[in-house]
């Protein structure tokens, strides 16, 4: 539980502003200089017995006028945790034994899985072979993590997911499984790293549930399968500036792949003489959640170095995206 505490502020926006404490069996797991404040997320995980297990997340510092407390992302993710608790604990502790976990999780209708710091599958519990498509008895010695998921997520499980994990803790996101009749089964996804006595990541675990009401089937904010064909340019960035989306004009444009793409890849197409100017701009106004305009040189990849100006708009939905058009001058 305590370990919980701690790593769980890493999942909010702003961790430096979050304190989170669980009530269980009685005892208080807090982390060093928590508090309560009025802006509380808080998820029961009653076990009976007039047991009043809570799991619970304060925001330290005032809201702005018209900003909600936390994300919708934010409270799902208590919700989950707190229905994940009162699943694996409810039954008591006498029950929270290695065989009877294990047998919690492959019960559990999310997918599970654990694998390799580089991508090798180690186990997949009944549900996720289920979604997968991967009969119970087969074996998965030969499966890697890029096996379970479409083409697009890989980049995002390598350059955003797994390095976040390793440096906080934990990730949370929304993602993609692939069956194995090609069918895209959209999820929540959290990845936690795991370490060894020596502070080494020693394996890396998954959970991934199907959202029927995701914010990736009821929401396309942005529309990259329609943005595909786009005549102009664009490309997504979060507040950390590092892109999660590039259309394929971009890439034919620069005849990069999209994993170059993707994370600070695009600072190599920008030619090197307008590259610090670009980059001051850029971090300046995603820093302010303003939008902005900026000419300057982008490397096609024919050898060609045109003009180009680029719009930014910043985008608040359950958190902040900043989506970018950029149309060639000449």
Sequence with gaps: MQEL???LPSAFRNPEKI??????EGEAFVAPGFRETLARLAADFVRGGGSRDALEVFRLDACPAGEDDFLEEERALVRSLGEMLRSYLGRGRAQLSRGRLAAIIEATPDFVGTFTPEGRMLYINAAGR???????????AGLKLADCHPEWVEPVLARVALPAAACD???????????????????SQVVIAHRDENDAV????SIARIELESRLTRSRDFHPKLLQHFPHMVWRSGTDGNFDYVNKTWLDFTGRKLEQGLGDGWAESV???DL???????????????????????CRHDGGIPLDHERCCAVRGSEWRFCRICRNLR
């Excluded at 304190?19 to 269980?24: E, G, L, N």
């Excluded at 289920?130 to 998965?140: E, H, K, V």
Aim: with cysteine; net charge neutral; proline share 4%.
């Design 19 to 24: 304190a989170a404490r669980i009530v269980y």
């Design 130 to 140: 289920r979604m997968l498509g991967i009969g119970q008895a087969d074996d998965i």
């Design 202 to 205: 020693n394996f890396v675990s």
């Design 271 to 273: 030619h090197p003489n």
């Design 169 to 187: 803790g934990i990730w949370l996101g929304e993602t993609a499984l692939l069956g194995r009749d090609g069918r895209e089964i959209p999820v």
């Design 276 to 298: 610090d100017r670009c980059r001051k701009v850029y971090f300046g106004a995603i820093g302010r959640h303003e939008p902005f305009e900026i000419e300057y040189r982008l």
């Design 5 to 7: 505490v701690l790593m």
